[in-house]
């Protein structure tokens, strides 16, 4: 255990990825009649793992330096080819693991309104969780790369099968463009290792702060550019930041709600988190030097895709674009290169992966009553619904970055960290992304108003309230909306030494 | 950096609490009432009225605190962090950490006194009130719940010590505002459902715009201002510290004005940049032209909600907001703050005097007070007192009249049309007597609250003018008594075609009765705000500078106000370059303050404005008054006639310069159709290139696959065809015949002779 610092090691994290998977091969083992048992064990499976990373996240000591709850293992070992199973956390990833576990148990009850719900949906459900926590945990290249893989076939299946009418579409869709990405990570990844023989992540990191990369140049690019760019459009890919983006409209409409917001709350994530574990402190010289690009493109991701969800009438492809917009930050705020954009990055994240997914869930309830998602073919909705209103309102309202509401403390961050920007030109980003801001209101509020306000069109005056099963979904994402607006430190104070340790890193590439 | 510290005052916690218990208790209430509203008795309004007057107990109290401390000679200003009350926002378990923090807490002044006691007290009368005007509506339980998340937020904004909270809470009452105007929207008894569901759209949106300009100027300052300072210090100019970036007001005061004098005076650009995208914050949400389209839209929301939330407190905060930014504006950023206050003053009070509906001309109304109180702060030190005290007084007679005008439609079973009512003085002379001295206040009639506020903002500008000609200061000389003279205009029209005259429709008048106990009690005791509430102001109209042992000036002094700033070096020293510095170094800021005020009341008293200024608006109100009476009262002047002698430019005003229509065809539409032209490209050109590199993919598997199946198999086929033709030609010769054999290689032995033979 010597290539990086570590504080404790234990097996809970191994547990957490693999509870699930302990779980779908008990779905597999029962018969596929008893959906009460099925669904029991998904219950279990997704609620253990949940319990395991809050006593991790409350045990977290966010005041070391390095990784903690870490373990190392031999995995493969063929002469000097070796991988590990390498894992360990710290402030950067621990709450993504944790924001996992909530949305992979608050997609459960959501997938009840899933048509042709059979055994395999839970089975694919519980190994998708496993895929996305290996990506989380993993310290070990290889690791991750595996894991990135095994989260990709059970998303292609849950929306090729489970999907919308044009679901096989959408899903080869998602599937080819994923997997272009990660092929660049695969020639990235395999470059890297034969140039310094090594798949540990942390001791990538050292290589990359000191320099140390020395393959050789191609086409005029520096081997660690080629590297860099490789790995970015891997991830950029799934973030997703503008032009890699338009998989994304297709997949959110086609996917059934709770892979939405699976899809939307974490997938995502793992671009950004990618980014700043695998790509960024990897390659850091190379990354400062195209920064100002990067906020750039994150900034047209903003503005964009404000735009472009303003110009949608279908109601999820509205959020899938505000998606886009949202996520923009993520890549404004790291590309500025300071710590508070760092932070606001990071916490963005976060925030989005709950707000944006009370928001799939909240077009998902009313989908399941019209079965149609035409804003411009509602009205009135909040008549018969006042209760399914007012949580809307909270929904989309934190989405929209309301202060007081978690989004608010991301976007501020990010917006106030990239003004600080050592590159000046980043105030104008910030200028710019100002009008993404306004957009959003604009956006939000007139499907607001369109769905809920006014009139209410004859067709809906029959529909039941939000029902006690679609509040259990929401209620815990909306809590956290509302709590992290209000105690943002309970995020900030676990992040503060990840990103510090992070910007060190990059900070030694200028 | 000098020290400070010695300026502020230390509270007991127990104050502390208190203060903290006055935004809470209607934060509690909410949660009590969205929850469990519905099923409590009276669907909880009693609960959330009771609760709003126990706020209203403690800021009043705590105002007479805040008041024994003023002595008029020292400053009183306390921080709750000063006194180890207050939490780090960013921060909990690692307080070591460096970088990231935002220690927050509250701060307790005179101007902060004043504005909780008038926002206590104005939320209380408006909770009563619609005790009764909301009886029978269907989200009764809803409503309450919201004006009390309202009235929390806006307690809040008023308790913040740093900036970040002030945008904090003032987004949070734009969300509350949208929710109260959006009320009737999902009502279907309403008639004007879709109306206010459009209205509570426009106004959050048009607020959103002037708040994302208040957050980059908040993030220029949290910024630039270190950087500027951190510069200054490197080059010794000043002496301290570097320092980090702050939200924190008096550190931002005291931080600006050293970069400020250490420049000798001169702002900075980028600090008059910043200062604009601040201003921008109060344009929205004080409905300054040209974001002010919001606020007669937001009419659709229930009058009480007009009377709180578009008249008396949300907003009166962007000019609360220019009180607590004024030492970080620049003398051109207060220019152009004088310019668009002036003339919206102005531009607002001739649409109120065309509009029809008794809502409408109030909601044009605020729009022209809120510029006076805007224009009077471009103009100076003086002006900023003046216009906060306008604040004051303007809550409280604004929220009567718009309280009586909720009267008056209720009485009237929800008639808005001032055409359709008439006469109604002898069916409500509860509500006619409050409107009365109301329209008399905001008219500036003396002796009544309004005079003495309009009275110092028209001297204010006047002062402003001969200190310092600019385009601000001229607008607003110009602009404010013409804006005077038509509020006194509209308002009396307002009086007369309601209360007077013959009841212009049976239907109405019918109906017409005097409004419950409740409300009547609530616009009685306003009213009365509004008659005496000007006393707070001081007694001595002949020297404005001079004047002790009276209550606003003593709170709410220019000089005082913000501790370790002396404005005479900064905004006002910008604006008057006749006032040399009182004394060049030594003595306290205060001293020097004084010393330099008393040159300034000096200079003052070569041309009073005041006097001028006195005779101006007594002029313009009788004038004002005269009017409405000839039209509206002896009808000798027939108002139909007057509008079509004014021709085109009547029609103009009337439609409100048309200013609605330009921003539906230009902003609104343009951003549609850019968003509608992105959606295309997203959907053909960027999205048609993934595809079009799916096709090509496509079409290379199908040409692969054809080629392997023609090309390449035919290859291996054409192989294999041709070993199998040849193999059956060789099969010929494999016939196991031995004569055959023979016969072959006799014939091949004679072949190779022959060969030899011939060679």
Redesign the interface.
């Given at each position: 255990m010597d290539s990086f610092t570590v504080l404790n090691h234990s097996s809970i994290l191994a547990w957490i990825t693999f509870i699930p998977l302990i779980g779908m091969a008990a779905v597999l083992c029962v018969p596929r009649t008893n959906m009460s048992v099925i669904k029991g064990i998904t219950y279990v499976a997704t609620f253990v793992p949940l319990v395991l990373a809050t006593v991790v996240y409350f045990g977290y000591d966010t005041n070391f330096q390095g990784y903690q709850y870490a373990q190392e293992v031999p995995w493969i070992k063929l002469g000097s080819f070796e991988v590990f199973w390498r894992v360990g956390i710290d402030g950067l990833s621990l709450p993504l693991v944790w924001l996992t576990t909530i949305l992979l148990l608050v997609a459960v009850p959501a997938s009840e309104s899933v048509p042709r719900l059979s055994k395999a949906y839970y089975a694919l459900l519980l190994l998708l969780e496993v895929g996305i926590l290996g990506v989380f945990i993993s310290l070990d290249y290889f690791l991750f790369y595996v894991f990135w893989e095994v989260m990709l076939l059970p998303m292609y299946f849950l929306i090729g099968i489970w999907g919308g009418p044009q679901r096989e579409y959408a899903a080869i869709k998602f599937f080819l463009y994923t997997l272009a990405g990660s092929v660049l990570m695969l020639v990235a990844l395999v470059a890297m290792y034969l140039d310094q023989g090594t798949f540990s992540i942390p001791q990538m990191m050292a290589i990359g702060k000191a320099g140390g990369w020395t393959g050789p140049s191609l086409l005029g690019m520096t081997f660690t550019t080629w590297v860099f760019w490789f790995l970015f459009i891997a991830f950029a890919i799934k973030i997703p930041s503008f032009p890699f983006h338009t998989w994304l409209p297709d997949a959110h409409v086609q996917a059934p709600t709770p892979i939405s917001v699976i899809l939307a709350g974490i997938l995502l994530k793992l671009g950004g988190y990618g980014l700043i574990r695998a790509c960024f402190p990897i390659v850091p010289h190379a990354f400062t030097d195209f920064a100002f690009a990067l906020g750039v493109l994150g900034v047209i991701s903003i503005v964009y895709g404000a735009y472009v969800a303003l110009g949608q009438s279908d109601f999820k492809r509205m959020v899938a674009y505000s998606s886009v917009s949202h996520m923009g930050f993520v890549l404004l705020g790291m590309a500025a290169l300071t710590e508070f954009g760092m932070k606001g990055a990071a916490l963005q994240m976060f925030n989005h992966g709950t707000s944006s997914a009370a928001c799939f869930l909240v077009v998902g309830v009313i989908y399941d009553r019209a079965h149609h998602r035409d804003l411009n073919a509602f009205g009135g909705v909040a008549q018969p619904m006042p209760r399914y209103w007012a949580l809307s309102t909270v929904a989309f309202f934190a989405s929209l970055g309301l202060p007081g509401m978690a989004g608010f403390v991301s976007e501020a961050l990010t917006l106030v960290g990239s003004f600080q920007s050592a590159d000046t030109r980043f105030q104008i980003l910030v200028l710019i992304s100002c009008l993404g801001v306004v957009l959003t209101a604009a956006y939000i509020l007139w499907a607001l108003q369109r769905v809920f306000l006014g009139p209410l069109n004859e067709k809906y005056k029959d529909y039941k309230d939000i029902t006690g099963r679609e509040i259990f979904s929401l209620a815990p994402l909306l809590f956290l909306c509302i709590f992290l607006g209000i105690f943002p430190f309970y995020l900030l104070d676990w992040m503060d030494i990840g990103v510090k340790d992070l910007m060190s890193i990059l900070l030694l590439g200028k | 950096m000098p020290d400070t510290s010695h300026l502020f005052t230390s509270l007991p916690t127990w104050q502390w609490q208190l203060l903290l218990a006055v935004p809470l208790i209607p934060l509690v209430g909410y949660v009590i009432q969205?929850f469990w509203g519905k099923h409590l008795p009276r669907q909880g309004d009693w609960l959330l009225t009771a609760g709003m007057g126990v706020v209203m107990c403690i800021t009043v109290y705590m105002f007479f605190i805040a008041r024994g401390h003023s002595s008029g000679e020292g400053y009183f200003i306390a921080e709750s962090l000063r006194d180890g009350f207050g939490w780090?926002?960013?921060?909990?378990?690692?307080p070591q950490?460096e970088?990231?923090s935002l220690p927050t807490g509250l701060m307790y002044d005179g101007l902060g006194a004043a504005m909780l006691a008038v926002v206590g007290v104005v939320s209380f009368f408006v909770h009563l009130f619609s005790t009764g005007y909301m009886k029978g509506d269907r989200?009764y339980h809803?409503f309450f719940a919201n004006i009390s998340l309202f009235t929390f937020a806006m307690l809040g904004l008023v308790l913040s010590d740093n900036i970040?909270f002030l945008?904090?809470?003032?987004?949070?009452m734009g969300?509350m505002s949208?929710?109260l105007i959006?009320h009737f929207?999902?009502?279907?008894t309403s008639h004007r459902?879709?109306q206010?569901?459009?209205a509570?759209?426009k106004a959050?949106?048009t607020t959103?715009?002037g708040d994302?300009?208040l957050?980059?100027g908040m993030?220029?300052f949290?910024?630039l201002l270190p950087e500027h300072f951190n510069e200054l210090v490197e080059q010794g100019k000043i002496h301290a510290d570097k320092i980090g970036?702050t939200f924190n007001f008096t550190l931002l005061w005291q931080r600006a004005s050293m970069v400020v004098e250490a420049n000798g005076g001169a702002y900075p650009i980028w600090m008059t940049t910043a200062g604009l995208f601040i201003f921008g914050g109060t344009v929205g949400k004080s409905a300054q032209f040209p974001l002010h389209i919001w606020l007669p839209d937001a009419m659709e929301g229930p009058t009480p909600v007009s009377a709180m939330i578009h008249a008396a407190t949300m907003v009166a905060a962007g000019v609360f907001l220019l009180g607590r930014t004024f030492p970080l504006m620049s003398p051109t950023v207060l220019a152009v703050v004088a310019a668009v206050g002036g003339f919206t003053a102005l531009f607002a009070a001739t649409i109120g005097c065309t509009v029809f509906d008794i809502k409408g001309v109030l909601a044009y109304s605020t729009i022209s007070q809120l510029g006076f109180m805007v224009a009077s702060i471009g103009c100076g030190a003086l002006g900023l007192v003046a216009g906060l005290f306008h604040m004051v007084t303007h809550a409280f007679f604004k929220s009567c009249l718009f309280l009586s005008a909720g009267s008056v439609i209720h009485g009237c079973h929800h008639e808005q049309d001032m055409r359709k009512m008439g006469g109604l003085r002898k069916k409500m002379p509860i509500t006619f007597a409050c409107m009365l001295i109301c329209s008399l206040s905001i008219s500036g009639m003396p002796l009544f609250a309004g005079f003495y506020s309009k009275d110092r903002i028209i001297a204010a500008a006047f002062g402003g003018l001969s200190l310092n000609f600019n385009g601000g200061t001229f607008a607003a000389t110009v602009f404010l008594p013409l804006a005077a003279c038509l509020t006194t205009f509209y308002m009396f029209r307002l009086i007369f075609m309601t209360f007077f005259g013959e009841p212009r429709d049976h239907h109405v008048d019918e109906h017409a009765h005097e409004s419950p106990w409740n409300m009547t009690v609530a616009i009685s005791v306003l009213a009365t705000l509004g008659l005496f509430g000007g006393y707070f102001w001081l007694m001595h109209p002949t020297s404005p500078l001079g004047a002790h042992g009276t209550w606003f000036t003593e709170m709410v002094d220019w000089r005082t106000m913000y501790p370790g700033v002396d404005l005479t070096r900064t905004n006002l020293a910008g604006m008057a370059a006749s006032v040399p510095h009182a004394a060049a170094h030594g003595g306290s800021a205060l001293h020097e303050a004084g010393a330099a005020a008393e040159h300034l009341a000096h200079f003052y008293h070569g041309f009073n404005p005041h006097v001028t200024a006195m005779i101006a608006s007594l002029a313009v109100l009788l004038i004002g008054i005269a009017l409405a009476v000839q039209m509206y009262l002896r009808r000798k002047w027939n108002p139909a006639k007057v509008t079509g002698a004014l021709g085109e430019g009547y029609v103009w005003v009337a439609n409100k310069y048309y200013i609605d229509e330009a921003v539906q065809a230009t902003v609104i539409r343009g951003?549609?159709g850019?968003?509608?032209?992105?959606?295309w490209i997203?959907e053909n050109i960027?999205?048609g290139?993934?595809l079009t590199v799916?096709r090509i993919g496509k079409a290379l598997g199908f040409f692969s696959a054809w080629f392997d199946k023609h090309v390449v198999d035919g290859l291996v086929n054409l192989v294999g065809g041709l070993t199998q033709a040849f193999g059956s030609i060789a099969r010929l010769f494999q016939s196991g015949r031995i004569q055959q054999y023979v016969s072959f290689a006799v014939a091949g032995g004679i072949l190779v002779a022959a060969f030899h033979l011939l060679t």
């Open positions: - | 969205i780090d926002w960013l921060h909990r378990a690692r950490a970088g990231l989200r809803i970040l945008f904090i809470f003032w987004e949070l969300l949208y929710l959006g929207s999902q009502d279907p459902i879709r206010a569901a459009a509570c759209k959050f949106m959103r715009v994302t300009c957050l980059f993030a220029m949290y910024f970036g951003t549609i850019l968003a509608a032209i992105q959606r997203d960027v999205d290139l993934v799916g």
